[in-house]
């Protein structure tokens, strides 16, 4: 009994001396500041602490063995300590500052989260290095599910555009570090007018369906939040330089102080890009600086950004007629064309599109603590430019001149001068049981529209004379709350109100001579709400139900006549998702339903000068699944690809077309015809990526991009003959890493686009009429540039 007794007192003694076991710390940063707030984690017990403001620590009541601290606080890299206890003397634990990280705080207010329940694709820094490759930023984005890039010259840079779900830019909200990219008035976004964005860009997400968006205009179809790139922690100094088809060079080169005094940087990038484009004439040159200056702090980050592009672009916007591609003619470029006084058809050396942009930014953060942070911007964008034609045959009426009646060429120049300017906010709080955003905007647009004459075939008119001049000045404010409630470790509930007013003046003359005065001011309000539910260690599920409200565009008010004005359109977006991410494989699903109301669409309705009304049409909706998956198929391989499976309907679509006789004299009322149940134009059923990357070694690596598109109607009326034909491509690229002393990294890399000379249209236009009772259609349509290459040179110090 006394020996029981006396073991059963040991043990206890015994257990109770491992439980007086602890660990004691301090945590600084690399100039030994103290860091109070840091939290301190075993990661084997799930136990945690938080350094008092001398920055020490203790954990108690640890038995002996092996543990692994995890130190995270805000603006530095997570770190991990191994420790064994007990310890023998207080640990010293030093944190680096991670910049990405602070930046990361001033675009979280309109980023989806992790456990957002929304549709999303992260592209990384590394990604979109590995497909820069002197293209334009929507083609570093190609691969990301349901969407489709085009470009007029045929090659990706100049004007290139993108669409997402069917949905154009001018629907997708475009935001870079939470400032609205997109064009007050058009809503549109001109990459052309920011060369080489995406090397100074550290990471983009990509949102479908109406997402986070919160300043800007209404994303309609999809979201796309561009972060800048953050500074390197260490000086570097970076050349990027390329060549390939079609005269194609790009030359790029980037700086940086890294972190100075652990507390500034300065990075600058120039790049010259050049390409005389796929398309005959389609030229373009492009110039861009982008610089950036910082100071973070311990609990405050001021960052000052400034870049500018300067374009000048051959015009290539009309596409290749129908007819020149049927005879074989894939590069024939009407722009410009002319017959001179001896009855020589002729091109215009300078049809040109000229344009400069300058963004500035400047964005304030201060961090109250690990639960709240306060972010505030304000930023400018000037720009100004013209767009210079040859109006061949023309009436001097359609410019203002009544000293002669007689048809005559004219050389004229279009220009836009305008401002945009604002301030964005967010506040962001942790409750012990979620998270709260609060934020707003307010933007101010003023843009001057006129036009000037520089000559004319056979009357004098004073240089530069202008014959219309136009404004439009746009007010666009908005609040929002969103608060993600945790209700259980595995389920989470968001909930999100905005409410914007925009207050929209069109003034002056148009182009056409008539006054196009008129006001108007919306009021919208946009709820979203979602679901979150982690099903297992590595399955996910969403679900969510957002509204949207987009203002018609300074195109669909000026070109309608007063008597049918458009109204606002209005989006109910459902999304159901399930994700799983496994050791060496993951995939997504994602359901969704986009229900319009008064959608504005191409009907062929035609105001009393001939130009084409933007209809609101009652209902339509897009409905689809999108599906993604990647796979390490083994150590020297990775697979991953995406397939978009879709229908795009109007309900009721009435259809109006002109009607001529054999001798073409209009006959004044235009065909009605009322098709029921069609397609939306532009609009694939089918859009589908497939990406593999072989790592053959250490420093070599070959990636295989295909992607198909399937059939897009030109219009809304689901003719056969009125279509783009499905089309598929494969690019192959190659890379290769190697060291050179003094250098940090270098690499070269060779690709080949569309490797199988496919020939393919990725956009369009048609004017359809009825010509002695019989239907005709005129057709542009944009060919993409077959077989070609391209290679690069990336040296760093």
Do not use: C
């Amino acid at each position: 009994m006394r020996t029981t007794l006396l073991t059963l007192l040991i043990t206890i003694f015994s257990l109770g001396a491992q439980a007086q076991h602890m660990i004691t710390g301090r945590v600084q940063d690399k100039q030994k500041n103290t860091l109070a707030g840091a939290v301190v984690h075993v990661k084997e017990l799930d136990k945690a602490t938080i350094t008092d403001p001398n920055g020490e620590f203790t954990i108690k009541n640890l038995n002996k063995g092996d543990y692994t601290l995890e130190i995270t606080f805000i603006g530095f890299e997570k770190a991990e300590y191994m420790v064994e206890v007990p310890n023998k003397k207080p640990l010293k634990i030093t944190l680096s500052p991670s910049l990405e990280s602070l930046d990361e705080v001033l675009v979280e207010a309109t980023r989806a989260g992790e456990k957002a329940p929304f549709t999303y694709s992260n592209v990384s820094k590394e990604s979109l290095e590995e497909r820069n490759t002197g293209q334009d930023l929507p083609y570093l984005l190609n691969n990301t599910p349901s969407l489709v890039v085009t470009s007029d010259a045929g090659t990706g840079i100049g004007y290139t555009s993108m669409k997402i779900r069917g949905t154009d830019q001018s629907r997708i909200n475009i935001t870079i570090d939470g400032i609205p990219l997109n064009d007050a008035e058009s809503q549109g976004v001109f990459w052309v007018n920011m060369p080489d964005m995406g090397s100074s860009v550290e990471n983009i997400q990509v949102q479908r369906g109406v997402g986070t968006s919160t300043n800007g205009a209404a994303a309609f179809g999809a979201t796309v939040n561009i972060q800048t790139a953050a500074p390197s922690s260490e000086p570097y100094a970076e050349v990027q330089s390329m060549g390939g088809s079609f005269a194609t060079t790009k030359n790029t080169l980037k700086a940086g102080t890294g972190l100075i005094n652990n507390r500034f940087s300065v990075d600058v990038r120039g790049s010259l890009i050049h390409s005389d484009g796929f398309i005959d004439r389609a030229s373009s040159d492009l110039q861009s600086l982008f610089f950036a200056a910082g100071y973070y702090g311990d609990k405050d980050v001021v960052r000052f950004n400034a870049f500018t592009g300067i374009e000048k672009t051959y015009q290539a916007w009309s596409g290749v007629p129908l007819d020149s591609l049927n005879a074989g003619n894939r590069t024939y470029n009407p722009e410009g064309k002319y017959t001179d006084a001896d009855g020589n058809i002729k091109y215009y050396d300078d049809q040109t599109d000229n344009y400069h942009q300058t963004h500035y930014q400047l964005f304030y953060t201060h961090i109250f603590n690990e639960e709240a942070s306060l972010n505030f911007a304000l930023h400018t964008t000037i720009g100004d430019g013209y767009y210079q034609s040859y109006k061949d045959n023309k009436k001097p009426s359609s410019f203002g001149i009544t000293t002669s009646d007689e048809k005559m060429d004219f050389i004229t120049q279009k220009w836009l001068d305008n401002i945009f300017y604002g301030f964005t906010t967010s506040y962001r709080q942790n409750f012990t049981i979620g998270t709260l955003v609060v934020g707003g905007a307010l933007n101010k647009y003023d843009g001057d529209h006129f036009g000037k004459i520089l000559w004319a075939e056979k009357v004098n008119v004073p240089y530069e004379q202008e014959w219309y001049r136009g404004n439009g000045t746009k007010i666009d404010g908005n609040v929002y709350a969103k608060f993600t409630a945790n209700i259980t470790e595995e389920l989470s509930v968001m909930g999100d109100l905005q409410y914007r007013n925009v207050d929209y003046t069109i003034s002056g003359i148009d182009d056409n001579m008539e006054d196009i005065g008129q006001s108007y001011n919306y009021n919208f309000f946009n709820p979203k709400v979602g679901l979150y539910y982690q099903l297992s260690e590595n399955l996910n599920s969403y679900a969510s139900f957002a509204i949207a409200h987009k203002e018609p565009k300074r195109t669909d008010f000026v070109d309608a006549p007063n008597d049918q004005k458009p109204t606002p359109e209005k989006l109910a977006d459902w999304e159901l998702g399930l994700e799983g991410k496994f050791h060496k494989f993951q995939f997504g699903v994602n359901l969704y339903y986009m229900n319009y109301t008064d959608q504005l669409v191409n009907t062929g309705k035609l105001n009393n000068v001939g130009s084409t009304i933007m209809i609101n049409t009652p209902d339509s909706y897009r409905a689809g699944v999108e599906i993604t998956a990647g796979a390490r198929v083994f150590d020297w391989m990775d697979l991953s690809g995406n397939i978009s499976l879709s229908k795009n309907k109007i309900q009721d679509f009435v259809s109006y077309t002109d009607q001529y006789d054999e001798n073409w004299v209009p006959l004044g009322e235009q065909k009605r015809e009322d098709l029921g149940e069609t397609d939306i134009a532009y609009s694939p059923n089918v859009v589908g990526n497939i990406m593999a990357k072989f790592h053959i070694n250490d420093q070599i690596s070959i990636d295989w991009i295909s992607q198909y598109v399937g059939k897009q109607y030109l219009d809304n009326t689901s003719s056969e003959d009125r279509k783009l034909d499905a089309y598929s491509f494969t690019n192959l690229k190659a890379t290769y890493d190697f060291t050179i002393r003094p250098l940090k990294q270098s690499s070269i890399w060779f690709q080949a686009n569309n490797i199988f000379n496919q020939k393919y249209e990725s956009n369009g236009w048609v004017y359809s009429y009825y010509l002695g009772g019989e239907r005709n259609n005129s057709i542009g349509l944009y060919p993409q540039a077959g077989a070609n290459w391209a290679i690069g040179l990336t040296l760093r110090l």
